[in-house]
């Protein structure tokens, strides 16, 4: 039996989080969670997920930053991010910045997972 996948949500909205974590968890997922970008990236340094699921407006570090510097960082680079943001005029730029996949807030969990799902099959052996 293979391991779990391990997934890292990041969202400044406990609400959000909490509830995400839960669903994502629910689905067969190891998950961890950080509360903005500057967390996010010191946790998928330490912990290495296998794919992270992150807001975009947060304080301390936004999403988008946060992107840009686990994308910059050869440790953290491979890692897919699935960018999630209230605002759609994020998409082009998430996109652009390396985002696997970007979701409209508020999304129906169902995408949410799907995009998750994908993200991770996109690390094939070859591209690791």
């Known amino acids: 039996m293979s391991a779990k996948k ?8 406990e609400a ?12 067969g997922y190891e998950v961890s969670i950080a509360a903005n970008g500057a967390q996010a990236f010191d946790k998928a340094v330490s912990l290495r997920p296998d794919a992270i ?7 301390v570090m936004d999403g988008l930053k946060a992107l840009a510097k686990l994308k910059a960082d ?4 491979d ?3 699935v960018i999630a943001s209230a605002s759609p005029g994020d ?3 998430s996109l652009e910045s390396g985002a696997h996949f970007f979701l409209t807030k508020p ?10 799902a994908s ?3 996109s690390q094939s052996p070859a591209n690791i």
């Open 91 to 93: 998409k082009h730029t």
């Open 119 to 121: 993200s991770l099959a």
């Open 79 to 81: 890692i897919p991010v």
């Open 53 to 59: 699921l992150m807001d975009v407006r947060m304080p």
């Open 74 to 77: 050869p440790r953290t680079s």
């Open 16 to 27: 959000i989080l909490h509830g995400t974590q839960l669903r994502v968890a629910f689905n």
């Open 6 to 13: 391990h997934v890292l949500v990041v969202d400044d909205d």
């Open 107 to 116: 999304y129906i969990n169902q995408t949410m997972l799907s995009a998750i």
